[in-house]
């Protein structure tokens, strides 16, 4: 008996902790001005020419065979990494458009449905293009197309951009 009364206090302090910081978390999720320090740099145009075919076309037809697969191995790498940064980028932006969702400004809530929508569709399109640059990598060859994830997450990072212009107080002329 005396274990249950001990354990109690612990399980209360234990959710007033996680309460907390739940709290704090979404918080920071919430601050527009936080939004791009928790957001990492993406090189789109670097992306694209890792994934472009026709850089891989002639990569294939200026190199050996051995070492065209060694390189395009690489390029898939790397492009799987760009790949998980916007994934990454657009959970930060799905939790902003959440939050945005919530406003009491109407445009704001609607521009934060618009926003969490396309930052889901870029999450699906993330795991779509990693699903493919993984057997790439294994199957030299393979194709990749990541020109809908590319265009998807500039929408993205535009609606968030909107959003964020929203919230900026106006100043005076």
């Given at each position: 008996?005396?274990?249950?009364?001990?354990?109690?206090?612990?399980?209360?302090?234990?959710?007033?902790?996680?309460?907390?910081?739940?709290?704090?978390?979404?918080?920071?999720?919430?601050?527009?001005?936080?939004?791009?320090?928790?957001?990492?740099?993406?090189?789109?145009?670097?992306?694209?020419?890792?994934?472009?075919?026709?850089?891989?076309?002639?990569?294939?037809?200026?190199?050996?065979?051995?070492?065209?697969?060694?390189?395009?191995?690489?390029?898939?790498?790397?492009?799987?990494?760009?790949?998980s940064?916007?994934?990454?980028?657009?959970?930060?932006?799905?939790?902003f458009?959440?939050?945005?969702?919530?406003?009491?400004?109407?445009?704001?809530?609607?521009?934060?449905?618009?926003?969490?929508?396309?930052?889901?569709?870029?999450?699906?399109?993330?795991?779509?293009?990693?699903l493919?640059?993984?057997?790439?990598?294994?199957?030299?060859?393979?194709?990749?197309?990541?020109?809908?994830?590319?265009?998807g997450?500039?929408?993205?990072?535009?609606?968030?951009?909107?959003?964020?212009?929203?919230?900026?107080?106006?100043?005076?002329?």
């Amino acid at each position: 008996m005396s274990i249950l009364w001990m354990s109690v206090p612990v399980a209360l302090l234990l959710l007033g902790l996680l309460w907390f910081a739940a709290r704090r978390h979404g918080d920071r999720a919430n601050a527009a001005g936080d939004l791009s320090a928790r957001l990492r740099p993406v090189d789109l145009e670097s992306f694209q020419n890792l994934v472009d075919p026709a850089e891989e076309e002639f990569l294939r037809s200026h190199l050996p065979r051995s070492e065209f697969r060694a390189i395009q191995r690489e390029r898939l790498r790397g492009a799987a990494e760009y790949v998980s940064t916007v994934s990454q980028n657009a959970a930060v932006l799905l939790r902003f458009g959440q939050a945005a969702r919530a406003s009491t400004d109407a445009a704001t809530a609607a521009a934060g449905r618009q926003l969490t929508e396309q930052a889901i569709r870029v999450r699906i399109l993330s795991l779509r293009a990693l699903l493919e640059l993984r057997v790439g990598i294994v199957l030299p060859g393979t194709r990749v197309s990541a020109s809908r994830l590319i265009n998807g997450y500039q929408q993205t990072r535009g609606l968030a951009t909107s959003i964020s212009r929203m919230h900026q107080p106006v100043q005076a002329a």
